[in-house]
């Protein structure tokens, strides 16, 4: 049984648009929430992270939000740019460990 | 180093042969973990250590997959005769708390 379900499995958006990817979860224990961005040939990159204390939590143009009732969790990417090309991973661990659990990623295409 | 190295790169094995992959954490990270990555998937867990301790290694798909971390540093994942269904990219990743910080992968191809 996965234990963090991603979607969609494919995203293309135009330039300047916004790119929304959605995962969630089951297990209540989960209590940190990353978001990985991988690019072809190289490992997963820390992107953002949320904690369930919060509902929102905004880098750049990169937000999380977060609905711990519905146990979802969903990446924006606000003027979404070629560059932003990659698959995207959610993903989500327990305090201790901290191991993340990923999601099965969204390929992410950004046409100029 | 400023990241998480692994290596090799690539590495390309005959069926039933031996591997060895390996991982320099970042400095000071007490944390380390194995992933095994197939193609178009998510990483899948195999195996965590803190510091020279495993902790979990549920994730390793049979007895022939072994990894330490002796001192509590470098880390060696190792897979014994391996098989077509071997071939991945390996992961490796350490951390300090919650963040985990990932290296570029050991591509692994078993002929």
Not at chain 2, 4 to 9: A, E
Request: glycine share 8%; hydrophobic share 35%.
């Amino acid at each position: 049984q996965q234990q963090v379900k991603q979607s969609p499995q494919s995203l293309i958006v135009q330039k300047g648009g916004i790119s929304i990817i959605n995962c969630a979860y089951e297990n209540t224990a989960f209590d940190y929430f990353p978001w990985y961005q991988q690019f072809p040939g190289k490992g997963p990159a820390l992107l953002i992270a949320i904690r369930p204390d919060v509902s929102e939590k905004k880098e750049g143009r990169f937000t999380i939000s977060f609905n711990k009732s519905a146990k979802q969790f969903s990446l924006h990417i606000m003027d979404s740019q070629p560059g932003d090309s990659a698959t995207y991973f959610c993903a989500a661990s327990t305090g201790g460990s901290y191991i993340p659990t990923f999601g099965r990623g969204t390929s992410l295409i950004v046409h100029p | 180093g400023a990241g998480v190295s692994q290596s090799p790169r690539y590495k390309v094995a005959k069926r039933g042969q031996d591997v060895a992959l390996r991982c320099d954490p970042i400095s000071g990270h007490v944390s380390l973990f194995w992933y095994q990555q197939a193609l178009g998937q998510g990483p899948e867990f195999l195996t965590y250590f803190q510091n020279e301790a495993q902790l979990d290694k549920s994730g390793l798909p049979s007895d022939r997959f072994f990894a330490e971390r002796p001192e509590g540093s470098v880390s060696t994942l190792k897979i014994q005769r391996t098989q077509q269904e071997d071939s991945a990219v390996y992961l490796c990743a350490s951390s300090l708390e919650a963040k985990a910080f990932f290296g570029q992968g050991t591509r692994l191809t078993v002929v």
